[in-house]
């Protein structure tokens, strides 16, 4: 056996297990992103049912209460972009004034200036807070509840 081939033997297991590591945020434990589940499915729903309602108590809640834009249906989704979560989990530090930072939250797209985001390990009392924060992620509004 030559050299090369023991350094090669001895090298190449090293390569390729480099190599097959897992490299997106998740695998290294640093995704802000939380993934779709009933949580996130729940919110969604919610939101849906208040931009589309036509109780005028809802209404008036959702429009003077809890400030939730009124956007298509069809533009609310859950977001999955670590760089946007990131970035709400900056604004949410912010809210604390830095007390607190949130390992990864729920984020929902609001048409192209609004996302809505959950941080589910921190609850007022039994309630989740829910945030509402614009396109330069300021807090514009949100609702806390079950």
């Not at 897992?22 to 919610?46: F, H, L, M, Q, W």
């Not at 830095?98 to 609001?110: C, D």
Request: hydrophobic share 40%.
């Amino acid at each position: 056996m030559t050299f090369f081939t023991k350094v090669l033997l001895c090298v190449a297991p090293i390569t390729i297990g480099l190599l097959t590591l897992p490299n997106s945020a998740v695998a290294r434990g640093s995704a802000k992103c939380r993934p779709a589940d009933a949580t996130s499915e729940r919110i969604i729903y919610g939101l849906k049912r208040d931009v589309t309602s036509q109780d005028p108590t809802v209404i008036w809640h959702r429009d003077n209460t809890y400030h939730i834009p009124v956007v298509p249906v069809n533009q609310i989704s859950l977001v999955t972009d670590e760089r946007i979560c990131s970035k709400v989990v900056e604004a949410y530090a912010a809210l604390a004034h830095g007390a607190y930072t949130p390992a990864r939250v729920y984020v929902i797209r609001m048409g192209s200036k609004y996302t809505v985001a959950l941080d589910p390990d921190t609850k007022a009392g039994e309630f989740n807070i829910v945030h509402i924060f614009d396109s330069k992620y300021v807090a514009i509004g949100g609702w806390v509840g079950g």
